[in-house]
């Protein structure tokens, strides 16, 4: 998956990271923290837990400027979130940075939600599902598969947020490439479906970095 990267230099056989992951995904190896990807659930846990930053998402930044060199529409597609992580900044402000930064166009990934929203509704009305497990986080649908899969036919089945505004993007523009900003790692490994129409997932840390 190569989506967590440890940075070997900087890890102190502290071990914090291996006590904070909730799926105990993380082993020690040379006095070392490894990720052991088949069991990771890209909660961010040992991200946060971490004292000397020793781990981080993928860097997509450069796939994303390579889009720009080769003159494509790209268009983000920012997580409501953005509110919080930039304190004070209103979408309009936020938008017009990224496009000089070169992106097309930026919308608010909340239209993806209503869409989302309004799938629910519908399947609480039609009565078909009397359990259900929200299917809108990534990290918990990972989770269920691995660790839960007897609970797979209780996910609802409905695109997350992210992917219901990517093709309502795509619906009014066939031909851009959509590109995700917000601030969870395991919407990375949802770019990486076959069917995911969003190019990349780009972090608010790395954006504000940029």
Not at 19 to 25: D, E, G, H
Not at 67 to 82: D, E, K, N
Not at 175 to 199: H, N, T, W, Y
């Amino acid at each position: 998956m190569g989506i967590l990267q440890f940075e070997r230099l900087a890890c102190r056989d502290c071990c914090k990271c291996v006590s904070a992951c909730p799926v105990k995904s993380i082993e020690m190896k040379d006095h070392h923290a490894m990720i052991v990807e088949r069991d990771c659930i890209l909660c961010g846990s040992c991200i946060v837990a971490c004292p000397r930053g020793a781990k981080h998402g993928a860097d997509d930044l450069e796939n994303v400027r390579e889009l720009f060199h080769r003159g494509r529409r790209v268009i983000a597609s920012v997580a409501p979130s953005y509110a919080a992580y930039f304190d004070g900044c209103g979408f309009q402000t936020l938008r017009t940075a990224l496009m000089k930064l070169g992106f097309s166009d930026a919308c608010e990934t909340a239209e993806g939600a209503y869409a989302v929203k309004t799938a629910y509704e519908m399947l609480l009305r039609g009565g078909k599902m009397r359990t259900m497990i929200s299917s809108c986080c990534p990290t918990l649908n990972l989770y269920i598969e691995k660790y839960c899969p007897e609970t797979i036919p209780f996910l609802a089945p409905v695109l997350t947020p992210m992917e219901a505004h990517a093709r309502l993007i795509h619906a009014r523009e066939p031909d851009a490439d959509v590109v995700f900003i917000g601030p969870c790692i395991s919407k990375k490994a949802e770019c990486l479906a076959p069917d995911s129409q969003v190019k990349y997932a780009v972090s608010f840390e790395d954006t504000a970095k940029w």
